[in-house]
């Protein structure tokens, strides 16, 4: 069981190879689960925006257009809990990520915006307008 509790992160402090990984590794393991893959394609009528947010929840992700900007926020919380047989607490671990982009997409229809999620994939819907809209627009996430 103490396996189990030791950070593995900290295995590359280890003083044979402190200075061989530590610019790789040190980096990494801040920035892993940072970000979400996004894909935006264009073309002539409309913008397809797809982002990977695996184990959010629909209700904990915000869409928002503003100012020619596409934001996008999900809050993700994880609280584990393991108890042994008489229902003592031996292990308890809580796990708190937010991520946030922001994609600058000109000249968006904002009335006809759509957003669906799926599978941890998310899927916006931007047409194009003529017309330059200023205002801020919430969508609602089907």
Partial sequence: MA??????DFDDFAPLDFF???????FKSMTEGSSMKTDIRENEKDYQVSAELPGFKKENIDLNYDNDTLTVTGKHNV???Q?????????????????SRQFYLPN???DKI??????????????????KLQS???????
């Fill in 83 to 99: 108890k042994d047989e008489k229902g003592n607490l031996i292990r308890q671990e809580r796990s708190y990520s937010n991520v």
């Fill in 20 to 26: 061989d990984n530590f610019g790789k590794n040190f």
């Fill in 79 to 81: 609280d584990k809990e």
């Fill in 114 to 131: 759509s957003a669906s999620y799926d599978g941890g994939v998310l899927k916006v819907t931007l047409p194009k307008s003529e017309e």
């Fill in 136 to 142: 801020g627009k919430q969508i609602p996430i089907n």
């Fill in 3 to 8: 396996n189990e509790l030791r950070n593995r």
């Fill in 108 to 110: 968006i229809d904002r």
